[in-house]
């Protein structure tokens, strides 16, 4: 029997040989594979050609996880490497009463692997699906997309989506705070960050905006106002930092600095005279 003609073929009264060739079959589609799961003429090297097989339903796998005993059971437990492709096939070995309790917590290990693994793939995913979509759709998912998304659209290379996200009424603090340590967003979503009076208030926005080089030294004097009036000491173990914030604020506003660095210059100054 050629590979062509059983991918097609009902694997209902086939032997175990057929039933076999059609497992290794790439061709095989799902709903075959589907029927040789359930078939009773089903062996140890059948299951593993359809553990290794790219089509082999998920559903069926668990059914079978839930009733396997003997050396079927043997060979899922063997590779749950394997089944942990299908978590739903996992969960399922948990329910079957032939495996050994002592396999529970290994098998709980793996769903565990399984779904951060999941995790993972869903953010790559949605990335790529961000990055395909159009700035039409990228506008609305700034302002009613969840912290993931915000945190995709928020770098994206069109600088209207990124203060989009900022502007949102979802994002929260902690998420601005975030943006604020970034190295790879547009300056002009830290200018707005600076121009907000919500945010100018969060000292700890303000420090940690800093590190931001070029864009920081042109918000500097935003930044800080709010803070001159007996908070900059606050800063005051920032040392040098500190200082430079004081000095740049007092070259661009003529603000005098009673803290930390402006109160050092002051006191050089009049050492001077």
Not at 47 to 64: E, F, I, V, Y
Not at 97 to 120: L, M, Q, Y
Not at 178 to 205: C, E, F, G, H, T
Request: with cysteine; aromatic share 2%.
């Amino acid at each position: 029997m050629t590979p062509d003609a059983t991918a097609s073929t009902n694997p209902a009264g086939l032997s175990s040989a057929d039933l076999l060739h059609m497992a290794q079959n790439p061709k095989t589609p799902f709903e075959v594979l589907e029927q040789i799961l359930e078939h009773t003429a089903l062996s140890p090297e059948i299951l593993m050609a359809l553990l290794r097989h790219p089509q082999t339903p998920g559903h069926a796998m668990a059914s079978l996880a839930e009733r396997a005993e003997g050396p079927l059971l043997d060979v899922l437990l063997g590779a749950l490497d394997r089944v942990g492709r299908w978590i739903e096939a996992l969960e399922a070995l948990l329910s079957n009463p032939n495996v050994p309790e002592v396999k529970h917590s290994t098998i709980h290990g793996h769903i565990e692997t399984a779904k951060r693994r999941d995790a993972e793939g869903g953010k790559k995913n949605l990335l790529l699906r961000i990055k395909d979509m159009p700035a039409g759709q990228k506008l609305t998912l700034a302002k009613k997309g969840n912290k993931d998304v915000r945190m995709i659209l928020i770098k994206d290379a069109n600088e209207m989506v990124a203060l989009e996200v900022a502007a949102s009424s979802r994002i929260t603090d902690g998420e601005i705070l975030a943006i604020a340590m970034m190295r790879d967003v547009s300056d002009k979503v830290l200018r707005y960050i600076a121009s907000n009076r919500k945010y100018r208030q969060n000292q700890q926005i303000v420090v940690e905006t800093r590190p931001n080089s070029a864009a920081y030294f042109q918000l500097a004097p935003d930044l800080l106002q709010p803070h001159f009036s007996g908070e900059l000491g606050s800063l005051a173990h920032l040392g040098d930092v500190a200082g430079d914030l004081c000095i740049d604020a007092d070259l661009d506003r003529g603000w005098g600095c009673g803290g930390a660095g402006g109160q050092g210059q002051n006191e050089e100054q009049g050492q001077a005279q």
